[in-house]
């Protein structure tokens, strides 16, 4: 069993930047791959971003490419997003999860192959 808990978000200007932790629980963190997801109101849940379990890949949404950067610290069971020029749509509840699946292209982008996921946290971009 795995534990995740967010934080790290607010409410911040066009441009400006936030970093969101995920700390988990349980000592099998390292053996999964994680991944950033976000959901707007109204919206479908949307892949950011996602980091092998070894965090030698990475996969990154179009949208964000360039700007957010994941990575992880194995030694401190957490999982970090680093967002800078933030722009009004990227406002939403961020999500992380954590699969034990083979990290692929196609699989770290379904929600439905993540086993674990934190309660979320929340980023305001204001224009």
């Known amino acids: 069993q795995v534990q995740l808990v967010e934080s790290g978000g607010g409410l911040v200007q066009a441009g400006g930047s936030l970093r969101l932790s995920c700390a988990a629980s349980?000592?099998?963190?390292?053996?999964?791959?994680m991944g950033w997801f976000r959901q707007a109101p109204g919206k479908e849940r949307q892949f950011v971003a996602a980091?092998?379990?070894?965090?030698?890949?990475?996969f990154y949404e179009d949208s964000v490419k360039g700007r957010f950067t994941i990575s992880r610290d194995n030694a401190k069971n957490t999982v970090y997003l680093q967002m800078n020029s933030l722009k009004p749509e990227d406002t939403a509840v961020y999500y992380c999860?954590?699969?034990?699946?083979?990290?692929?292209?196609?699989?770290?982008?379904?929600?439905?192959?993540?086993?674990?996921w934190g309660q979320g946290t929340q980023v305001t971009v204001s224009s």
């Open positions: 999860a954590g699969t034990r699946i083979r990290d692929t292209p196609q699989t770290v982008r379904a929600p439905p192959l993540y086993d674990y």
């Open positions: 349980g000592r099998t963190f390292s053996t999964y791959a």
């Open positions: 980091i092998s379990w070894s965090a030698g890949t990475t």
